[in-house]
């Protein structure tokens, strides 16, 4: 049980640190010569991948309680 927790914990971690660096790696890019789909598509990226960190943890622990 306590395990499970501390890995949900670890993945919650290693979620946030991924979106804030894939944020940082997106708004250093030079956007100039993209077009407005390309700009939509790769900002949309960090909040994709952190509603997946989320719901990655939440079927884990669901898995816990089963």
Do not use: C, D
Not at 31 to 59: C, H, K, Y
């Amino acid at each position: 049980m306590v395990e499970s927790v501390i890995n949900a914990l670890v993945s919650g971690l290693l979620g946030t640190i991924s979106f804030v660096v894939i944020k940082q790696v997106v708004a250093a890019q030079s956007t100039a010569n993209w077009s407005t789909a390309e700009i939509a598509i790769v900002t949309i990226i960090p909040v994709v991948l952190a509603i997946l960190v989320v719901i990655g943890m939440f079927m884990g622990l669901s898995k816990l309680r089963a």
